[in-house]
């Protein structure tokens, strides 16, 4: 039987709510499929600060490394304001995404069409939408040098970020980029500023280069990034694939995002690159929403995203493309039935609890399994 090594990290606030339903699909797929997922343990963020002193520990740091894929809940919260830099919550994730050499941050944008009354755009533009931002994740401005304040000494101060990016970097995500889009509509639109940046220059020469050399099949776009953002709220719908750096990556993504509705809905995956010997490539799930500590310990936080985030787990890392399948469908068939969580709530429905909206996605999920 195939064994599949899954690392759990609920972290803190709905953090460890959110994960509670995703067990409940885990142990029914162990049981009544024989889907083989070993589970394994750990705490990162504050959870992790209260129980070793530092955001993740060097063992369950180990434990990630030798995942076949990461779920990640949420971190952070009020209760640690205060604890030093190097071990706030969000120093965990972090260092997960850098130590797993995440370099590729994939943002879907799906709106379901029992929603679509609930974006801020017309129903029109949004029903059906289904794209997917991939964003560079470990270079550019976020992470060059210099990066600094400097004091100019006459009561003026210079801040300089510097925007770099080599040619392996830009072809490790199109690659992504390309290949993902052969899975969907097979369109690839790449976003930069060419225009007025020399790293949107290269950016676009490597991302044509790469697709001239092995990704011809797949239909290519470049659209200047700000150009990008307005069609993105004009017209969605004729995007499949957006691939960018790191910094419009951060915007655009949070763009799209919020076409769909609410933040309980988002799911995101971020991947390194592939093992020489196996292939596979380390991965960490995660909803976008944080650990949301207004409504913690409540029962009432909308659990899909990290349903969803699930789903993207078992299609990207295990491959389990039919059950990904069922369990968006699922997704979507309760929502059409009109079962909501607070934050998705519309007149006249009484919401039900992070447990219930769990328990009647697996009830849909098990029915369309058979
Ligand atoms: P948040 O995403 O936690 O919450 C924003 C709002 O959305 C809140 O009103 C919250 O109740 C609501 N919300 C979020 N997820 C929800 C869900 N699943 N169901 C229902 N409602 C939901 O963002 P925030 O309030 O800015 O940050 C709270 C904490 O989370 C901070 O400590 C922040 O640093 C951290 N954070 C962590 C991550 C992460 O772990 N990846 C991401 C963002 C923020």
């Known amino acids: 039987m195939t064994t599949r090594k899954l690392l759990l990290l609920s972290g803190d606030g709905i953090g460890p709510e959110t994960m509670g339903e995703v067990r409940k699909f885990i142990a029914y797929m162990n049981e009544a499929h024989s889907a083989g997922f070993e589970l394994e343990e750990g705490h990162v963020g504050g959870v992790a600060y209260d129980t070793h002193g530092q955001s ?3 063992t369950d740091m180990a434990k990630a490394m030798a995942a076949d894929a990461v779920l990640f809940g ?22 997960l995404r ?13 709106c379901y069409p029992a929603l679509a009354s609930a974006s801020s755009l017309r129903q029109d533009v949004v029903e059906g ?39 392996y970097e ?33 950016w676009n020469e490597v991302v044509t280069q790469t697709h001239k050399a092995n990704y011809q099949d797949v239909e290519l776009d470049h659209m200047l990034a700000d150009a990008g953002g307005m069609q993105l709220v ?31 809905m988002l799911p995101s995956a971020s991947f390194g690159a592939p093992d020489e010997k196996t292939g596979s490539r380390k991965a960490l799930y995660e909803p976008v929403h944080g650990s949301a500590p207004d409504i913690a310990g409540q029962g009432i936080a909308n659990p899909i995203a990290m349903l969803a985030s699930f789903a ?31 934050d998705i709530a519309s007149d006249g429905i009484k919401p039900v609890g992070t447990v219930e909206m769990g328990d009647t996605v697996l009830a849909e999920f098990k029915s369309l399994m058979g």
């Open 56 to 58: 993740i520990s060097e």
């Open 74 to 95: 949420a971190v952070g919260g009020p209760k640690w304001d205060s604890v030093p830099y190097d071990v706030r919550p969000e120093a965990g994730l972090l260092r």
């Open 98 to 110: 850098k130590e797993m050499e995440l370099f590729a941050n994939l943002r879907p944008a799906i």
């Open 129 to 167: 939408l289904d794209i997917l931002i991939v964003r560079e994740l470990t270079g550019g401005v976020y992470f060059g040098d210099p990066k600094e304040i400097t004091d100019l000494g006459n009561g003026q101060k210079r801040a300089v970020d510097t925007q770099v990016y080599d040619t």
């Open 170 to 202: 830009i072809e490790r995500i199109a690659g992504v980029a390309f290949e993902l889009a052969r899975t969907r509509s097979n369109k690839v639109t790449s976003m930069e500023k060419r225009n007025v940046m020399k790293s949107g220059v290269l």
């Open 234 to 264: 004009r017209w969605p719908k004729q995007f499949d694939v957006i691939v960018t750096d790191n910094l419009f990556g951060d915007m655009l993504s949070d763009v799209a995002a919020m076409l769909t509705g609410s933040l309980g």
């Open 312 to 342: 993207m787990c078992l299609r990207y890392s295990f491959n389990m493309v039919a059950e990904a399948d069922q369990l968006e469908k699922a997704i979507a068939n309760v929502l059409d039935r009109g079962v909501r969580t607070t």
